[in-house]
């Protein structure tokens, strides 16, 4: 297969990035060249060739205008030279996106076969991949690495003064991620955050076109870093006490990343300066003002801030660095006891906190963003707004003053971010590109069903998933599809991690999202029929201020809230969801309350569940009764189990399921998880086959 990446912002070199240099010299480069370096090593990649813009320049002493560099043994970088000569800034590149069309069109016609797929990196290359898409069909995927309107709404919050150019700019760059969204074939988002909120804010927001597979980080480079002797030279000279503990940013100084908060939370709490160090590594600079004016007005506004604050002595903020001293930047503020401060308005994903966490650094990050997710998964920081300055000390003083906690977040960060992995990425990565280009027939027609839940009946043994793959392959007119409390996104992450084949439908979010797999065999579409029936009964806002005086329910994460589920946590007492059940009753509300492994707690419209999703499927599809298996493990699986003639417990079922009313009929497997599930279907097969024989 040959992928052609196209990424045409900041300064691209198959090594040494110079990050920092211009605002547009970060993390979607570092994300690049790691993707393409994994890509390379499975033999299934026969080419990759990235395709950017050539540009003169004369703030740097590397050559950018070179027409071709060498990357690796199969990846080349071409550079593509359009109307203007020189350097520009993201902003401006629209200008030369149709005569970089015009360049990359010749360059195609060159080659002695079209490339299997075209993957654009951030929006502008992803309206050149929506142009080519339509001269050539190409199929391609978009990663947008950063998306237009989440900044545009974080400047809006932050109260920012949005000049009319950068409005401008922002909304064309909107114009184009829209593009891109619609007619790409697959969008590759790095977090739920990115896939289920920052897109979700978009007309052409499709959410079952998007798959996560978080990004890796070279993590070893990070694991063994030590400090070295070239980072002490660059950060000693400004510090009184080079030893205290510090608190380190590394960010390009850009508006978004919002170091200027740092700064005011470190200078106005007396008692942190006391404490610790500030360290700021933001880019590579010769002179402020020969730089882009956003960086070189963020790097004023910090400079002045220094200044009022007076923190010399206490504060470093080297002019330069080298690729080679960035792991060694962490591992100097670990050997400290340090934390890893990542303040932006906004992170789509955040490269620095995995390095940071695979360095044994804890983190303090904004709420904002892919953070979420990594400090869920980690487990190794706290969430701040990015607004809140004292909240930002509070913390940062909290762990300081908590050694176990700050050596527990080490421990668990460092382990946890393993997870990251490119090699894992580029498989999966590999594993769609391939069914998108050779999509897998599926058996028509459908003549019976199977819906199971993922976590602990579907997952939990390795051994179960594999049998149960093999098994399914095997099976004709079988549909086999999930019922789970998961987000759609989470629970194709689940299935995709786990190695389970992927399902012909999805309902999410205990039964409130249904999704279809599509002829493609990879992308889902939602169905939205059954998003209209369920908001004819259902008044969100009103159950929710409902919901808030009932002091034993604490909210679930903001993920886990849907348009058509409000989730919570319980107190455990069993007897809540009847006590919740009567408070809506008394507003006139009404909704469908379940509790699950005596913590979970899911409100959902009267018409939303597991079970009467199942059931709307059965219909749909025409499928007869006896033909309908439904497999669970736990309470929220309840309803399905009840409903359904053939039902499956699995053996390692929990929630006191067979003990329930109504569940009499349910076959309550020998083998656990996934084997149990084969065990059932077969153990209803020979039911109904034994039950014909009789007849007969
Ligand atoms: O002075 C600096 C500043 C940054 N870096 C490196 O540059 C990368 C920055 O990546 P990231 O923290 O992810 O931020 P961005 O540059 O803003 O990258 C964009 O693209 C990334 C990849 O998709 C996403 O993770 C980000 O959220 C998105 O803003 C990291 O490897 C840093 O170590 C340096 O080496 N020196
Ligand atoms: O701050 P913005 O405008 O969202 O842009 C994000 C920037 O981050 C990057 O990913 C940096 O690598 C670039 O693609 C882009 O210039």
New binding site residues.
């Given amino acids: 297969m040959h992928i052609v990446h196209l990424a045409l912002q900041g300064c691209l070199r198959s090594h040494d990035?110079e990050?920092?240099i211009t605002a547009d010299t970060?993390?979607?480069?570092?994300?690049l060249l790691e993707l393409v370096e994994a890509s390379a090593e499975d033999p299934a990649i026969t080419r990759i060739t990235l395709v950017t813009r050539a540009f003169e320049n004369d703030f740097s002493a590397i050559d950018y205008a070179c027409r071709e560099e060498y990357v690796g043994p199969k990846i080349t970088l071409i550079r593509l030279p359009t109307d203007q000569p020189g350097y520009l800034p993201k902003e401006a590149l629209w200008t030369e996106l149709s005569s970089f069309v015009t360049a990359f069109d010749a360059w195609l016609a060159a080659l002695p076969a079209p490339p299997d797929m075209l993957h654009a990196h951030y929006a502008d290359a992803g309206e050149v991949a929506a142009r080519l898409h339509a001269r050539h069909r190409l199929p391609f995927v978009f990663?947008a690495?950063?998306l237009g309107r989440s900044k545009l709404f974080c400047l809006e919050q932050n109260g920012s003064r949005i000049g009319a150019a950068t409005r401008a700019a922002l909304e064309r760059r909107i114009a184009f991620e829209e593009r891109a969204i619609e007619h790409a074939a697959l969008i590759i988002a790095?977090s739920r955050d990115e896939a289920e909120r920052q897109y979700a804010d978009y007309h052409h927001y499709d959410p079952g076109k998007i798959r996560i597979i978080a990004?890796g980080?070279h993590l070893t480079d990070f694991l063994d870093a030590e400090p070295t002797p070239a980072v002490e030279a660059l950060l000693h000279p400004f510090l009184r006490q080079p030893e205290k503990p510090a608190l380190l940013a590394?960010?390009?100084p850009?508006t978004?990343?919002n170091l200027a908060t740092l700064v005011r939370a470190f200078g106005e709490c007396a008692a942190l300066r006391a404490r610790a160090n500030l360290v700021i590594?933001?880019?590579?600079r010769d002179h402020i003002d020969t730089l882009e004016p956003e960086l070189a007005d963020n790097l004023h506004e910090l400079l002045t801030l220094i200044d009022d604050y007076d923190l010399y002595g206490h504060i470093a903020y080297p002019k330069h660095?080298a690729?080679e001293d960035?792991p060694a930047l962490y591992a100097w503020a670990r050997a400290r006891g340090g934390i890893f401060v990542?303040p932006?308005f906004n992170?789509?994903?955040?490269?620095?906190?995995l390095?940071a966490s695979a360095a044994g650094l804890p983190l303090i990050a904004t709420d904002s963003?892919?953070p979420n997710d990594i400090v869920e998964q980690c487990g190794n920081g706290v969430l701040i707004n990015p607004r809140h300055h004292q909240a930002l000390a509070q913390e940062a003083m909290a762990l300081f003053n908590d050694h176990d906690r700050w050596q527990q977040m080490a421990v668990r960060g460092r382990d946890a971010v393993r997870a990251f992995d490119w090699q894992r990425h580029a498989q999966r990565y590999h594993d769609l590109l391939t069914r998108l280009r050779r999509p897998v027939v599926d058996p028509k027609p459908i003549t019976s069903l199977l819906i199971c839940d993922i976590d602990n009946t579907l997952t939990g043994s390795a051994e179960g998933i594999s049998a149960f793959n093999a098994w399914y392959a095997a099976q004709g007119g079988l549909a086999f599809g999930v019922a789970t409390g998961r987000s759609f996104h989470s629970a194709l992450s689940i299935l995709e991690q786990a190695g389970i084949a992927y399902p012909r439908v999805i309902i999410a979010s205990v039964g409130a999202e249904v999704y279809y797999r599509q002829a493609d065999g990879v992308t889902y579409r939602q169905d939205t029929a059954w998003s209209a029936h369920l908001d004819s009964r259902w008044q969100r806002e009103a159950i929710q201020r409902a919901l808030s005086e009932i002091t034993e329910l604490t909210p679930q994460g903001s993920l886990e809230q849907r348009h058509h589920k409000l989730s919570y946590f319980s107190d455990g007492d069993s007897a809540l969801p009847d006590r919740l059940k009567a408070v809506l009753t008394a507003r006139g509300l009404k909704a469908n309350v379940i509790h699950s492994h005596g913590r979970y707690l899911d409100v959902l419209p009267l018409d939303a569940s597991k079970g009467l999703a199942v059931d709307y499927l059965r219909a749909q599809w025409g499928i007869a009764s006896e033909a309908l298996y439904v497999a669970g493990d736990s309470g929220n699986d309840l309803d399905m189990l009840r409903a359904a003639p053939c039902s499956i417990v699995v053996a390692n079922y929990s929630d006191d399921l067979l003990d329930a009313p109504g569940m009499a009929h349910a076959y309550c497997t020998q083998a656990a998880h996934a084997q149990g599930v084969i065990e059932g279907v077969e153990h209803f097969r020979q039911q109904h086959a034994r039950r014909l024989g009789d007849i007969a």
């Fill in positions: 990035i990050y920092g970060g993390g979607h480069i570092r994300y990663t690495h950063s790095s990004p980080s590394i960010a390009r850009v978004r990343k590594v933001a880019g590579v660095h690729p960035v990542n932006a992170e789509p994903f955040g490269l620095t906190l390095e963003g892919g």
